[in-house]
């Protein structure tokens, strides 16, 4: 995502090419941010920032570092803090912290979910009237003309459907991961004969305001399953996502 992950500028993946050869995997990119960034640990304040910088690096999602004056350090006195990586411009003085050690990260009053926002991804909604069929092995799981897609900054368009164009009987699972952008997804598995399509598509039930477009929508990972496009096969992405029981690496994660 953004600028420094997957298909991004200074990603793994690159989905363009500058003019120049630009060493990615050496550059830090920092730069500060105007949002005021607060953290909250058992009920109290243990970060609480409006000078916090944002770190840029090769492969990594976007960090906060915020003065160390502005850490509750008697709050956190069993917790390591994260150092800036060494050459980091203007990150002297600075400290992070894992995500998932303090409770809740907020960007001025709004709860962030799964990790730092990054200013350089977004998200674009678009109505759209091309034919979308869905398959596998042959099988159609969903059959569109009034698909939504979802252009989101270094991922593959996703094709959002609704319920009633989607063929297959879908089971529901109880995974559930987050995005920072788009909320908690909920997924679902589908049989195709005797197979089971395990986490093969998912839904946004309570999206966050980038994404309220395709609320109750159905999605299918096309790295799972084979996806036409007003009659033409489409390449499977390559992402994360497309690693046989990719959801198991994510529970462990979490």
Not at 171 to 200: D, H, I, M, Q, W
Request: aromatic share 10%; hydrophobic share 40%; net charge negative.
């Amino acid at each position: 995502m953004s600028l420094t992950i997957g298909s991004g500028p200074f990603g793994q993946r690159p989905a363009g090419r500058f003019n120049v050869e630009i060493p990615a995997g050496e550059l830090l990119f920092v730069e500060p941010s105007p949002r005021w960034v607060r953290a909250l640990r058992g009920g109290e304040t243990v970060i609480d920032s409006r000078r916090a910088k944002l770190l840029h690096r090769h492969g990594a999602l976007a960090r906060y570092f915020v003065p160390r004056d502005d850490v509750r350090w008697e709050r956190l006195a069993d917790l390591e803090p994260v150092a800036p990586p060494a050459g980091a411009p203007g990150l002297d003085g600075h400290v992070s912290f894992a995500w998932d050690d303090l409770d809740a990260w907020f960007e001025e009053d709004e709860r962030l979910v799964a990790h730092a926002i990054d200013p350089y991804h977004r998200i674009d909604v678009r109505p759209t009237s091309r034919h979308v069929v869905v398959s596998a092995g042959g099988v159609v799981l969903a059959d569109a003309r009034h698909a939504r897609a979802l252009f989101e900054t270094g991922l593959p368009t996703r094709w959002y459907l609704a319920r009633a164009d989607v063929l297959a009987e879908l089971e529901p699972s109880p995974l559930r991961t987050e995005c920072a952008y788009k909320g908690v997804a909920s997924y679902f598995s589908a049989r195709v004969g005797g197979e089971l399509l395990e986490n093969v598509a998912w839904t946004y039930r309570r999206p966050r305001h980038d994404a309220l477009a395709v609320r109750d929508l159905i999605c299918f990972f096309d790295e799972a399953v084979d996806v036409d496009l007003d009659g033409e096969r489409q390449p499977r992405p390559e992402t994360p996502w497309g690693r046989p029981g990719w959801w198991r690496d994510y529970d462990e994660a979490r």
